[in-house]
């Protein structure tokens, strides 16, 4: 009879304590959508980072402008944003669109700090610390780490850019192997390789 209550005060534990997350997560969406539409951006960024659930943004109109003309006029969307401390100790939020990483500096915001291309991203690495995380990422040859990254934010980013990394890096090697069939065929039309030699060469290239 004691487990039998023991375990139903748990489960009432646990139910209160996912009801008093989802109201959190709630209520953080609302603020941050209030807090994103009195931002001057543009109405599609804004949609962008609100559909993205974004609420770790600290930066001002005047922080945010550089982004503003970097994503004008672009089919670059925006899916996700944290704020975070690069390697060189200064506030920077962390964007990352369908196409790239882009960094910008909270003391240097007429600067674009660094764009990594998604398909340079070998790796990354989330770190959990005590109050807040780390991201590093192994961009090429190169180690390049964020950190005081909110947790939810961490997580979330660090998921958005291992997923959007590999797709990114398996579309560049399928247009690699469009553009190796097209000069193979170019061959072909030139007399220089037989239509065997193409299809056996093209097979070759697509590993079937």
């Not at 953080?28 to 949609?47: D, F, G, V």
């Not at 910008?104 to 600067?111: C, E």
């Not at 299809?199 to 079937?208: C, E, P, S, V």
Request: glycine residues 2%; charged residues 30%.
């Amino acid at each position: 009879m004691k487990e039998k209550l023991w375990d139903f005060l748990i489960y009432l534990v646990k139910k209160q304590r996912e009801a008093n997350q989802s109201f959190l997560s709630q209520q953080r969406s609302q603020q941050s959508i209030a807090k994103i539409e009195k931002l001057t951006l543009p109405a599609n960024l804004k949609q962008q980072l609100i559909d993205a659930d974004v609420f770790d943004i600290w930066f001002s109109d005047k922080d945010l402008a550089p982004l503003v003309k970097l994503l004008a006029d672009s089919s670059e969307m925006i899916k996700y944003t944290a704020t975070g401390i690069n390697d060189q100790s200064e506030v920077s939020l962390l964007v990352c669109t369908n196409q790239r990483l882009i960094v910008i500096s909270k003391k240097r915001s007429d600067l674009i700090v660094k764009t990594i291309l998604l398909d340079r991203i070998k790796s990354v690495l989330l770190r959990h610390q005590i109050v807040y995380d780390e991201i590093t990422l192994v961009v090429d040859n190169e180690q390049i780490d964020f950190n005081s990254i909110n947790k939810i934010s961490a997580a979330i980013l660090a998921d958005d850019l291992r997923t959007l990394s590999k797709l990114a890096q398996g579309k560049g090697e399928i247009d690699k192997q469009v553009e190796q069939i097209k000069k193979l065929k170019e061959l072909v039309d030139q007399g220089i390789l037989t239509e065997e030699e193409f299809q056996a060469k093209k097979k070759k290239i697509l590993d079937i």
